[in-house]
C-alpha cells in the first residue's frame, strides 16, 4: 500500500516521502496514528509542486552552494526537547527537523536527505552535522538540544552525565570482553596440553615397547589363582600312584586290554 508520511518513522522514512508498506501496517499503526496518510493522486500532486519549489529554493550552482555553505557556518540552531534526568530524549531530533528549523530561523533551504545525521539525536548536548549543498561544497552545522526549561549550563551537565555512563558501560563491556578473552585463552591452552599428554601416553619411541598397564589386584589374583588351579590338574593327570602291596591294582590310566594266548 502506498503511503505518504506525515512524520519521520524510523527505518520506513521521513516526512512527505511516498513510500509502500504493508496494509496491515498502515491501517493498524501508521494511518491510526496520524504518521502517514494514504497516497491520493490529489496529494502526489501537490508533494510534486511542493518538492519543484524546495528545489528552486536549493543551491543551483556553485555560487550559491557557497554563499549558503557560509551561512550555514554561521547559524546555531536551538532546540528545546522534553529530556529525563539523564539527559535523554522523550523522542528525538531527526533531518527533518533540521532542515525546517533551518529553513524556518534562517531561511535557508537545504534537502533533508543532505544533512548526514545517521541516526536521530536522542540525548542533549551539542552536535556538530556535515551538510552536502553541492557537488564538493559542504558546510558543517552547529546544533544546541536542550532540555525544557534548562539552560547551557544544564545540557552541557547532562551531557557529561551521559558521556561519563557511556565511558562506565564501555570500560564494563571492555573488561568483560578480555576475561572471556582470558578465559577462552586458558581453555584452548588446556585442551592442547589435554590432547598432547593423551598423544605421549599412547605412543612410544622406535624400538621401545610400551609397558603394560598395571593389573587390578582383583584381576592379578584371580589370574594366578586360575595358573595354580590348571598346573594342579596337569600334575593329576600325569601322576601315577602304585599299591604299597605287589600285585595291587595301579591308579593311573588304564593299560591297552590284551587278548589271552591260545
Known amino acids: 500500500m502506498q503511503i505518504i508520511l506525515l512524520k519521520d518513522v524510523e527505518k520506513v522514512g521521513l516526512r512527505g516521502e511516498v513510500v509502500d508498506v504493508a496494509r496491515g501496517y498502515a491501517r493498524n499503526y501508521l494511518l491510526p496514528r496520524h504518521l502517514a496518510e494514504p497516497a491520493t493522486a490529489g496529494r502526489l500532486e501537490e508533494l510534486q509542486r511542493r518538492d519543484e519549489l524546495r528545489s528552486r529554493q536549493e543551491a543551483r550552482t556553485h555560487d550559491d552552494a557557497r554563499e549558503i555553505a557560509a551561512r550555514v557556518e ?60 553541492f557537488t564538493d561544497v559542504d558546510a558543517s552545522l552547529r546544533l544546541e538540544v536542550v532540555p525544557e526549561g534548562g539552560d547551557i549550563a544544564a545540557m552541557e551537565e547532562l551531557q557529561a552525565a551521559a558521556e561519563a555512563e557511556d565511558a562506565v558501560a564501555a570500560e564494563a563491556a571492555a573488561a568483560e570482553a578480555e ?61 601315577v600312584v602304585v599299591d604299597s602291596e605287589p600285585g595291587g591294582p595301579s591308579v593311573g590310566p588304564e593299560a591297552p586290554e590284551t587278548a589271552p594266548e591260545r
Open 74 to 133: 554561521q547559524a546555531v540552531l536551538r532546540f528545546d526537547v522534553k529530556a529525563g534526568p539523564t539527559g535523554s530524549l522523550f523522542g528525538s531530533v531527526t533531518a527533518t527537523d533540521i532542515a525546517d528549523r533551518l529553513w524556518s530561523d534562517h531561511r535557508i533551504r537545504v534537502d533533508r536527505r543532505k544533512i548526514e545525521l545517521g541516526d536521530a539525536i536522542k540525548r542533549v548536548g551539542r552536535y556538530e552535522v556535515p551538510v552536502e549543498l
Open 179 to 239: 576475561a572471556l578473552a582470558e578465559a577462552s585463552e586458558e581453555e584452548e591452552v588446556e585442551t592442547v596440553s589435554a590432547v598432547a599428554a593423551a598423544e605421549e601416553s599412547t605412543s612410544a619411541p622406535a624400538g621401545e615397547e610400551l609397558d603394560p598397564a598395571p593389573e587390578e589386584p582383583v584381576a592379578l589374583a584371580e589370574r594366578e589363582a586360575a595358573i595354580e588351579a590348571a598346573a594342579a590338574i596337569e600334575a593329576t593327570d600325569e601322576l
